[in-house]
């Protein structure tokens, strides 16, 4: 059910890659909540297309911009701008990629070039396009940035390696910079901790499967998909939390306040 939430908010919408992307899910919620926005991705994820099927059906246009780049960044809001007919609205950076991950190399033996790429794309990037949105006044007052993140940059997740120092990197910046641009133009950032989702990102991470099905035994009311986190994004879009601002929000069916649930302990022999 549509409730006309965005209605006339121009937004840009970052990361989907696929149809179980987190981003696409936001842009199909947040067409039908009545927003226009442009589509981004880093130029090569664009390879397969999948994406042109989410613009035609969102009625949106594409811009290809790699995330770690200031210049395309720049064109990204500029032309964002032009084509909406207007000052943004609304931004979800939802860009996460490791390479330590991809190559499955263990926390301690981290290859530093590959944690630096890390950073770059996954953390700092957010830290650029803010920087890039202020320097142009691009985003309206009272506009709303949301980034996703994930437990492990308050708790140890071994597997999630070089990626949990990064999404604290992440959330950081969220509040730091939240700071900086509500002062001035009342711009509020805030980060969405979610569950684990069968996603490209997600599935890359040795053990997700098992650690899936251990989230959601432990979450009250299971693991937050990805259609609910877009509901959830679409909210921290609208006016209606127009006072809230440099939090990190967990979107995670309660995963985060419960220490063990009868379901573990029952699974694990113990009740
Ligand atoms: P996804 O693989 O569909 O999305 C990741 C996106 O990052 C892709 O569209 C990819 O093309 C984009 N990207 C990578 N490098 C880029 C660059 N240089 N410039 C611009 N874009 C670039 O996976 P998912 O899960 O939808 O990930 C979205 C966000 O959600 C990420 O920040 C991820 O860490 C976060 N998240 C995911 C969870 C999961 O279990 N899937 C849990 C918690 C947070």
């Known amino acids: 059910m549509a409730y006309n939430l965005l209605k006339g908010k121009r937004g840009i919408i970052t990361g989907a890659l696929d149809q179980n992307s987190i981003a696409w899910k936001v842009a199909e919620k947040a067409h039908e909540e009545g927003a226009t926005f442009v589509l981004t991705n880093a130029p090569i994820a664009m390879r397969m297309g999948e994406i042109n099927t989410l613009a035609e059906k969102t009625g949106s246009k594409i811009i290809p911009a790699d995330a770690t780049n200031v210049e395309e960044l720049t064109t990204l809001f500029t032309e964002s701008q032009e084509i909406l007919g207007g000052k943004i609205d609304f931004v979800l950076h939802s860009i996460g990629m490791s390479v330590n991950i991809r190559k499955n190399i263990p926390y301690t033996e981290s290859n530093y070039d590959y944690f630096m790429k890390g950073i770059d794309v996954s953390a700092m990037s957010l830290h650029k396009m803010l920087s890039v949105a202020k320097k142009l006044d691009a985003i309206n007052e009272w506009g709303s940035v949301v980034a996703l993140t994930y437990m492990a940059a308050q708790r140890t997740y071994p597997f999630y390696t070089d990626m949990a120092d990064i999404k604290a990197m992440l959330e950081s910046i969220a509040r730091s ?3 900086h641009y509500g002062m001035e133009k009342k711009v509020r950032i805030n980060t969405v901790s979610q569950s ?7 599935s890359g991470i040795k053990g997700f499967g098992d650690f899936y099905d251990f989230a959601d035994s432990i979450a ?3 693991n937050a998909d990805a259609e609910s986190c877009a509901d959830y994004c679409i909210t921290l879009f609208s006016d209606l939390t127009r006072m809230v601002t440099m939090q990190n929000l967990f979107h995670d069916g309660g995963y985060s306040s419960t ?3 009868t379901e573990i302990m029952t699974k694990l022999g113990i009740q």
């Open 220 to 222: 009250p009311l299971g």
């Open 259 to 261: 220490g063990v649930s």
């Open 196 to 202: 684990p989702t069968k996603t490209t990102a997600g």
């Open 177 to 179: 910079f939240g700071y």
